[in-house]
């Protein structure tokens, strides 16, 4: 763990220069097309792309089909003696 603060340069460009770049462990560039952030591992090209609050959010609002889990449940229910009210 470092013990004093350590200054980065700010990096950004296009998407596809992002996705062809593989930078530095712990370095962070800006995807400017897209304003996304990228986390580099130093070996892997385009790094990691960073989830923001607002992808996270969409992603919790998407339905969930529940529907396979459902109809097991109720085989379940049934199976073992027991009714699946209407």
Do not use: C, N
């Amino acid at each position: 763990m470092a013990t004093k603060p350590t200054r980065f340069a700010q990096m950004g460009d296009t998407t596809e220069k992002v996705k062809a770049y593989t930078g530095i462990p712990k370095q962070l560039v800006v995807d400017t097309s897209k304003w996304k952030i990228h986390l580099m591992d130093g070996a892997t090209p385009g790094g990691y792309e960073v989830a923001m609050s607002a992808d996270v959010a969409a992603g919790l609002a998407q339905k969930v089909d529940t529907s396979e889990l459902e109809t097991a449940l109720k085989e379940l229910i049934v199976e073992f003696g027991g009714t699946v009210p209407q």
